[in-house]
C-alpha cells in the first residue's frame, strides 16, 4: 500500500512563510494530478491547490499569489510553499496523489497554524 508522507508545517506568525512537502512512500509508475486541500475546524475541507503532470495548476481564489505547488514527478512528491500566511490559512493541510488507473491516496494531513 503505498502511503503519503508530509513534512513541514507547524507555527508561524501573520505574513510569515512556511513550506509542505509530500512524497510517495514508494515509485508510483504514473500520478495523474498532486494538491493540496485544508480542513479548519468546523469548516468543509477546501482544496487550496492542484498540479498536474505537465506543471499546469490551479489555486483557491483565497490562496492566489501567495501559494505555490509545484512537484517532482521522479521523485513522486510535491510541495506547497506558503507566503503572507494569514491567521485565516490556520487548517490541517493533507495533500493527496490520483495515480492513474487507481484510487486517490491522502496524507496524513499536517497542521499549519498562524498566529501571533
Known amino acids: 500500500q503505498v502511503q503519503l508522507v508530509e513534512s513541514g508545517g507547524g507555527l508561524v506568525q501573520p505574513g510569515g512563510s512556511l513550506g509542505l512537502s509530500c512524497a510517495a512512500s514508494?515509485?508510483?509508475?504514473?500520478?495523474?494530478?498532486m494538491g493540496w486541500y485544508r480542513q479548519a475546524p468546523g469548516k468543509q475541507r477546501e482544496l487550496v491547490a492542484t498540479i498536474f503532470t505537465d506543471g499546469t495548476t490551479n489555486y483557491a481564489d483565497s490562496v492566489k499569489g501567495r501559494f505555490t505547488t509545484s512537484r517532482d514527478n521522479a521523485k513522486n512528491t510535491v510541495y506547497l510553499q506558503m507566503n503572507s500566511l494569514k491567521p485565516e490559512d490556520t487548517a490541517v493541510y493533507f495533500c493527496?496523489?490520483?495515480?492513474?488507473?487507481?484510487?486517490?491516496?491522502w496524507g496524513q494531513g499536517t497542521q499549519v497554524t498562524v498566529s501571533l
Open positions: 514508494r515509485t508510483i509508475f504514473s500520478i495523474n494530478a
Open positions: 493527496y496523489a490520483d495515480p492513474v488507473g487507481s484510487i486517490r491516496i
